[in-house]
C-alpha cells in the first residue's frame, strides 16, 4: 500500500469514528442525524478515494467514483426527508428559536 490510501484511509476512519461520536453526544433526533449524514458521506467518499488510490484500475476506479457520487447525492436527500417526517410529527425540540420556519409553509 502506497502512503496516500493509507492517508486517504486514516482520514476515511477519523470521519466515520466522528459520525459515531456524534450520534452518541448530540442530544436531540436533528443534530445527531446531521453529524452522521455529514461525517459517515465524507468518511465513505474517503474510502472510496482510498480505493481508487489502491487499486489503480481503471473500471475499478469509475465504479467507486459512480459509488461515492450516487452515496454524495443519495444520503443528504434521505437525511433531509426523515429530518422533516420527524419535524412534522412534531415530536422534535428545537433547540433554537427560530426566525422562520419554511416547513409549516408545506
Do not use: W
Not at 466515520?16 to 433526533?29: C, E
Not at 484500475?57 to 459512480?66: F, N, P, R
Not at 436527500?77 to 426566525?99: E, N, Q, T, W
Amino acid at each position: 500500500m502506497n502512503p496516500l490510501t493509507l492517508i486517504l484511509f486514516l482520514i476515511g476512519v477519523i470521519l466515520t469514528l466522528l459520525a459515531a461520536v456524534g450520534s452518541l453526544k448530540f442530544p436531540d433526533t436533528l443534530t445527531r442525524m446531521a453529524a452522521v449524514t455529514k461525517a459517515s458521506t465524507a468518511g465513505v467518499v474517503f474510502f472510496c478515494l482510498a480505493a481508487i488510490s489502491h487499486f489503480q484500475d481503471l473500471e475499478s476506479s469509475l465504479m467507486l467514483a459512480a459509488a461515492a457520487a450516487i452515496l454524495c447525492m443519495g444520503i443528504p436527500i434521505s437525511s433531509y426527508l426523515i429530518g422533516r417526517a420527524r419535524v412534522r410529527m412534531d415530536k422534535a425540540k428545537h433547540p433554537l428559536v427560530l426566525k422562520r420556519d419554511d416547513l409549516s409553509v408545506d
